[in-house]
């Protein structure tokens, strides 16, 4: 995958404008571009820390600091697997195991074809129906570890 | 006016910070991330006191002090606590004063060997970051880090470069440029600032390794030759030569603050080209005096003396004048000359030599 | 808008929301109130759509606000103040005295000179204890109780900005309020001279990144400003220097939520319910090994008990009980001795635990504690901020032996190691989250010793969850040979006739456990040592980490 700055720079701009006006522009302009553009690499960061009149290295230690943010490529679907404590104790490390075996990555990588990356996130609010798994923006609660394939096919 | 007591002893007080109206009274604090010359951070844990009334123990690079309020800096309690943070950090450190560039002028091994702290009870993972010595002046070992952040506020608030950062978080934070590249691909200005505050040997001179203990050399202070600023600093000197440039923080002039030429262009001292007599050609030598001179390493130059350099200086000008007229001559000053030296040389151009071709190298 | 005008408002809406049939909110996540519960914050979960400003008008609606502008702001914190109202979000300080302090800050200074907002309220809707979900319901729920209530605290202290920042998990709760938001400025609820009273206030709204520490105040103002959010020493307090240095209060969702029924009903009423200290009702997301899981309303006082069994139904799959942990990553596990302490700020606390925003995990005898405290101790290590050695180092420190121990490698020092660390941690941590991060392994050392004394002398997990550390054995006196186990192992290494005992074939058993869930007749124990296969393959995995 090669990243082209060019391929959003119009929304991108706009979207450092609007936010310029509001202060404290970092957070909400790094969530926005990373939505645009899927991810944050040196280039964009680099755009971002000169449009908005900061260092390099303090964006990038922002960019570091928090766990939504990343610099590297993800697949199409990302697949989060809770493990808050109601999920954990619920067993949903038997369901990322068997994640793990069908997608063939392990936590935090993606597949090759670039069609999901597996990861690991820490409660997502639906806890009384743990255990929860989280593909893209739509959830699955109490799943099982034998309708973790059937779960997959339906993300293309 | 605030009254307080610091170990039961009543101090008066305009304000300002536990540790500095302690320090004020002569009460020591041990500190680590604390600088005179930074903004207070109340990281490192270790000026921890007891201040009455409060539940937890209290950094005192932070807290302001305030009227009647008890404050004591040394009890067991507190010397287990700054033990412990100790213990902490040395099970991520590598033991390594032996060859370590900053023994015996390391605020951390000072702390360990206040504390009694041999050895640490805890056994895990350690930082193993290899040293990084790509950059040219800088050392950074970062293995030897405490995360104290002086560097990075030394980037931020004396230089105002930002060119390092903390990133990630936790045991993972780390100290380093964005994308954690050499400094050289940085805008890092390679001022030493950062080195120049660094309570540890993370961050060290490179030209300098091996080059003598802080006890094996002699500090004389001086000014800098390269610009008119005068920016102050110690020369460190060993048998006879030049090692190393610290900053003077109560330098009137820089407060600390050197660039890179100041800190670290200081080579040339010993360097064998470096010209120590005025050199003069050597025909224009035999030409005044009717001798050969004494002969340099450089061809068709001999060695003079002052008094002859700047004679046939003055000549030389005096012959150009007299031919051409005063605009025949133009005068080049430099940023290495001090403003009054500079200004001498407007006034000898200007009126012993009558002409307004005067420029500065810092102007080319 | 006016007084009247609302109330024409309200009129009409009324009519609407009667003639609706409201089945908004997911299955399984706010059910009917039960027996013992009592709704304040969660009044309007469920009842309303909460993408309807008018529907929430219906419920009285913005009626708070329009009495609490028409009294002075001193007279409002004076009514939360009499109302005994303390902060939701963990440490129970009294909401009032928050704002009265910035209220104080703001007098104390000259007003800005450029049109800048004099001081900020921020609502903390962070919510990152994992196994807690009250705040998200509330802000998705019914968004506009969140606002109501930041005005009026806003007006209390004398905030014009608010900001409401809402962690990046929470995607339905941010469009609710993305939608609220401009619905209130229309009607003139948020903005310039609202209900006529010179009062102007509007509300942002941030996103978390993904980082547990933003939760802590101080943090949370740097992440607003765009920064890693890494706490500071206090002081200075942010009711004195917060947000781009101005008198900021932070305040929890819940707690604002609060505000507006406060002053709708009186502090009288509100004070009421609860216990002496601690007054009003609390929420709490029950979840773990109970029937019913869930979000629940209940007056401050009522006991554990009561939560598990009489609301909760009691522990899943007639197990035992074994702990309730509440307060999240700082806070604590209680066994069953505590099940009768009434549930209040102060009780929690002297047992070690914390009220914490009200996430509740009930444990039952397949829980392995030394495993819970291991895996809270993985939580807090990843989220510290890394900025003092006590905890960036230390709950490192912890984890490592916490781990050891987990797979048959701890040793007698490790105990007292750890010990060591909890007690020096707790006192040398810059912020809650490295001082709380002990309280798992302090109290699950205090009341479960046993079990950390298992795994280091015995290499034994008596719960059976610590992978190569037990077995499983068929027990002749109580097994009916019913054979439901033999079909259930995937490995096919249980043997026996029917109606005869059964028996494991030990050497080739994998200790998946899947016998031990099927059995009816609790014939499979847990025994000490590892088989030959779970060893093998406890060496090669370890348990994957966020
Ligand atoms: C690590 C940490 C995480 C926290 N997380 C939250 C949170 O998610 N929500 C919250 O309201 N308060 C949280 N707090 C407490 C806040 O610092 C603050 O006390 C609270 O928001 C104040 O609101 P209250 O007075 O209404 O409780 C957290 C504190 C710490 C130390
Ligand atoms: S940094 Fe200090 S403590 Fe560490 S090895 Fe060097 S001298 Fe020793
Ligand atoms: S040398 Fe100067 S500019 Fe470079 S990192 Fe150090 S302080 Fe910053
Ligand atoms: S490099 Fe030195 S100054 Fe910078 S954080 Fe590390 S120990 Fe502190
Ligand atoms: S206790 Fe932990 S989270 Fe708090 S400041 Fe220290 S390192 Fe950061
Ligand atoms: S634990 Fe699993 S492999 Fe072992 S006997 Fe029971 S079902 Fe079979
Ligand atoms: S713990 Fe998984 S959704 Fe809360
Ligand atoms: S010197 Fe005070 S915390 Fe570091």
């Not at chain 3, 607003?224 to 220097?241: L, N």
Request: with cysteine; aromatic share 6%.
């Amino acid at each position: 995958m090669s990243f082209s700055l060019a391929s959003h720079l119009q929304e991108l701009d706009d979207l450092i404008d609007r936010e310029k006006a509001r202060g404290g522009a970092l957070i909400p302009v790094l969530h926005q571009a990373q939505e645009l553009y899927g991810y944050l690499p040196r280039e964009l960061q680099d755009y971002i820390a000169d449009r908005l009149d900061l260092p390099q290295s303090t964006v990038y230690g922002v960019v570091t600091f928090y766990a939504f943010f990343t610099t590297r490529p993800r697949g199409r679907h990302r697949v989060g697997v809770c493990l808050g404590t109601a999920c954990y104790v619920r067993g949903n490390t038997k369901n990322l195991e068997r994640l793990s075996q069908e997608l063939g990555v392990c936590p935090g990588e993606s597949t090759p074809d670039w069609r999901y990356s597996l990861e690991v996130c820490r409660c997502i609010g639906l806890c009384s129906q743990a255990p929860a798994i989280m593909i893209d923006k739509s959830v699955h609660s109490k799943v099982q570890p034998d309708q973790v394939a059937e779960i997959l096919s339906q993300y293309e | 006016m605030a009254q307080l007591t610091i170990n039961g002893k009543k101090i008066q007080t305009p304000g300002g910070t536990i540790l500095a109206v302690a320090r004020e009274h002569g009460i020591r604090i041990p500190t680590l991330c604390h600088h005179p010359a930074l903004g207070p951070k109340g990281a490192c844990r270790l000026c921890l006191v007891e201040v009455k009334g409060s539940r937890v123990l209290q950094p005192a690079c932070t807290f302001p002090v305030s009227e009647g309020m008890e404050v004591q800096t040394d009890t067991p309690k507190i010397r287990t606590a700054r033990k412990f943070v100790l213990e902490l950090l040395l099970s991520d450190h590598p033991q390594d004063c032996m060859t370590c560039e900053m023994c015996g002028a390391c605020e951390l091994q000072d702390l360990m060997y206040e504390y009694g702290v041999k050895e640490t009870p805890f056994r895990g993972e350690r930082h193993a970051y290899p040293a990084d010595d790509r950059d040219p002046f800088i050392l950074r070992d970062m293995e030897k880090c405490i995360r104290c952040r002086r560097c990075i506020r030394a980037c931020d608030e004396l230089q105002s470069v930002n060119a390092i950062s903390m990133i990630n978080r936790g045991f993972r934070a780390k100290v380093a440029t964005s994308f954690d590249t050499p400094l050289q691909e940085s805008n890092c200005v390679f001022c030493g600032q950062c080195i120049s505050v660094c309570p540890t040997g993370a961050l060290t001179e490179i030209d300098s390794r091996g080059a003598g203990r802080t006890w094996q050399t002699q500090k004389v202070t001086t000014t800098c030759p390269y610009c008119g600023v005068g920016c102050n600093f110690d020369l460190h000197v060993r048998d006879g030569k030049v090692v190393k440039v610290t900053s003077r923080w109560d330098s009137p002039v820089n407060r600390g603050v050197l660039c890179v030429k100041g800190r670290f262009g200081w080579q040339f001292l010993h360097s064998p080209d470096r010209l120590t007599v005025p050199l003069m050609k050597a025909e224009l030598w035999k030409k005044r005096t009717g001798t050969d001179g004494t002969p340099s390493p450089y061809a068709g130059f001999v060695e003079a003396d002052w008094e002859a350099a700047l004679d046939a200086v003055s000549d030389g000008l005096a012959a150009a004048k007299a031919q051409a007229g005063p605009d025949a001559v133009a005068v080049l000053a430099s940023a290495k000359c001090t403003n009054e030296e500079n200004y001498l040389i407007q006034k000898l151009a200007r009126r012993e030599i009558g002409t307004n071709n005067v420029d500065h190298c810092a102007r080319l | 808008m006016t007084r009247e005008e609302l109330e024409r408002i309200r009129a009409e809406a009324k009519q609407a929301l009667e003639a609706r049939d409201m089945t908004t909110l997911p299955e399984g996540e706010l059910k009917p109130p039960r027996p013992g519960e009592v709704r304040v914050v969660l009044r309007n979960c469920g009842q309303i759509d909460p993408t309807r400003i008018e529907d929430y008008i219906a419920r009285d609606g913005y009626f708070a606000l329009a009495k609490a502008l028409g009294m002075s702001p001193e007279q409002v914190i004076d009514e939360v103040k009499r109302s005994g109202l303390r902060g939701r979000g963990g440490a129970g300080f009294p909401a009032a005295q928050k704002w009265l302090f910035a209220r104080q800050a703001v007098a104390a200074r000259p007003a800005p000179a450029d049109g800048s907002p004099p001081a900020y309220l921020i609502c903390n809707g962070d919510e990152g204890d994992p196994g807690a979900f009250m705040d998200r319901a509330v802000l998705e729920g019914d968004p506009h109780s969140v606002l109501e209530g930041m005005t009026i605290a806003a007006y209390a202290m004398g905030a014009t900005q608010g900001y409401l920042y809402v962690r990046a998990e929470y995607p339905v709760a941010v469009d609710h309020l993305q939608k609220a938001i401009p619905q209130a400025r229309k009607l003139g609820l948020l903005g310039k001279d609202i209900f006529g009273a010179g009062f102007d206030f509007d509300v942002d709204i941030r996103i978390g990144a993904g980082a547990f520490v933003c939760g802590e105040e101080t943090a949370l103002i740097d992440s607003i400003e765009g920064r890693r959010g890494e706490p500071r020493p206090r002081p200075p307090f942010p009711a004195v220097s917060g947000l781009w240095g101005k008198p900021t209060s932070v305040n929890n969702v819940e707690t604002l939520a609060n505000v507006p029924q406060i002053i709708l009903k009186g502090a009288e009423w509100f004070a009421a319910m609860g216990t002496e200290k601690s007054k009003g009702t609390k929420t709490f997301a029950i979840a773990g090994k109970v029937k019913n899981t869930g979000l629940i309303e209940v007056p401050m006082g009522i006991t554990m008990r009561e939560i598990i069994y009489d609301i909760g139904g009691g522990i899943l799959d007639k197990k035992k009980f074994k702990a309730a942990q509440t307060g999240g990553p700082l806070g604590g596990c209680l066994p069953e001795q505590y099940l009768d302490t009434p549930i209040d700020f102060e009780s929690l606390a002297a047992a070690g635990s914390l009220m914490g925003s009200g996430g509740l995990i009930v444990l039952d005898e397949n829980d392995c504690m030394v495993d819970v405290a291991r895996f809270f101790m993985d939580f807090t290590q990843d989220e510290s901020c890394g900025k003092c050695p006590p905890c960036s180092l230390g709950t490192k420190r912890l984890l490592e032996i916490l781990t050891r121990m987990t797979r048959a490698e701890g040793t007698p020092e490790d105990l007292l190691t750890l010990e060591y660390l909890t007690q020096n941690i707790a006192t040398t941590a810059l912020c809650a989250l490295g001082q709380g991060s002990v309280n798992p392994v302090v109290t699950t050392l205090r009341h479960f010793r046993d079990e950390y004394e298992a795994h280091i002398r015995d290499k034994f997990c008596p719960a059976g969850v610590c992978k190569g550390m037990f077995h499983y054995e068929i027990l002749a006196e109580c097994c009916t040979g019913c054979g439901v186990c033999r079909k259930k192992c995937p490995e096919g290494v249980i043997r026996g006739e029917k109606k005869a005992p059964h028996e494991i074939d030990q050497p080739n058993c994998i200790v998946c456990g899947d016998c031990y869930k099927a059995c009816k007749f609790a014939a499979i124990a847990i025994r000490p040592g590892p088989t030959e296969k779970s060893r093998r393959a406890a060496h090669k995995t370890e348990t994957p980490q966020g």
